[in-house]
């Protein structure tokens, strides 16, 4: 695969969505959303996809104030094209955004620290808190 015809774009329109939701219905951090909860998540974001050949390879979403902060979430790349470039590719583009690139960018990931890492994130030893949703908790 040529990294150079790699299209990342956060047009709208090209998003595969039925592929965006299968992947992420199999992720461990979303596997539990509905396919409804995921659209709806992509409806309420800044989506940026990653495309070869016009068709969808990678995936990351970006939700933001616009002023001080974002979360970059349920970023993938198709298993077929990882490890090639086009995670670093897709993370870079995000990063150097003008919309984002001075914001405070925040993240949770289990296993790609050192992808995000080399894009300036810097994993917080124990300052965040979170709170699962209610259709999560087994209370």
Not at 81 to 108: C, M, P, S
Not at 110 to 126: C, I, P, S
Request: aromatic share 12%; with cysteine; charged share 25%.
């Amino acid at each position: 695969m040529d990294i150079t015809r790699i299209l990342i774009s956060s047009d709208p329109s090209l998003l595969d969505r039925d592929a965006i939701i299968r992947f992420l219905r199999q992720s461990y951090w979303a596997n539990k959303r509905s396919d409804g909860l995921i659209l709806k998540s992509l409806d309420g974001s800044v989506c940026f996809g990653a495309y070869y050949d016009n068709h969808q390879i990678g995936f990351a979403r970006v939700v933001s104030d616009g002023a001080t902060v974002y979360w970059l979430c349920d970023v993938f790349v198709d298993e077929a094209y990882r490890a090639q470039g086009v995670g670093k590719k897709l993370i870079e583009t995000i990063t150097t955004h003008n919309d984002y690139r001075n914001l405070f960018g925040i993240l949770a990931t289990r296993d790609a620290h050192g992808l995000y890492e080399q894009f300036g994130f810097v994993r917080d030893h124990g300052k965040t808190l979170t709170r699962m949703p209610d259709f999560l908790r087994k209370d």
